[in-house]
């Protein structure tokens, strides 16, 4: 669609792709869980939901500047260039830097998948606010690093696995907690620009690379009890 589209709804009922080139505020829907793409071109935001929490489509591909303001259900979202997807709603699937692209969340956006980059060194991912959002899943991977979680001041992000970037980068008040549920998570390199919270809990975090405290007033939070963090 060049122009935008002024029906309520846009249907899948067939595995088919969408390529949506101007604002719209249809919902996005799937007949069969799994099925259908949606493709992004030129700068637009969508108003409204894509796929259902009982029937997702396949693929939320985005190839331009675009915000979408509803929930995301998706298998997969893949951020193909370096363009930035602004996330208002949460996010259910696997999300994937394919480019070198950006993902900015909204205040409390959660995040139910793992983050992945198809390039080591490739993807950014900004929080948005002080209420905190969760990544349910594992940021980056061995040898497939993201480029940056960047943390702004204030901000606050828990991950349920691993962070893997090749840097995790914490603005004045902003904080990070670290809570798997098997109490083991990797770090790669984790950096409080100012006074920041890094709260580990009862988990043991391998850091790979450099934790740097550039100035006073940061805190690093353990739980002391049957399982301690290290």
Known sequence: FSAAVTATTINHSADVATTLSAAT??????????????????????????????????????????????????TSVDLVNAKTLTANGNITGAVNFSGDGSLTLADGVDITGNITATTNDNGNLTTGGANWSVVTGDIGATCKLLNLVNILGDDNLEVTGDVLATDTNIASGGGIKISPTDNTSTLTKLTCAAACTVDIGATTVTATGAVIFNTTGSTLKLTVGTTDGT
Request: glycine share 10%; proline share 0%.
């Open 25 to 74: 505020a249809a919902a996005v829907t799937a007949t069969t869980s799994g099925q259908g793409t949606i493709i992004t071109a030129n700068d637009w935001t969508l108003t409204g939901t894509v796929g259902t929490s009982d029937s997702s489509i396949k693929l939320f591909d985005s190839n331009a500047d675009t915000t979408v303001t509803g929930a995301i259900y998706a």
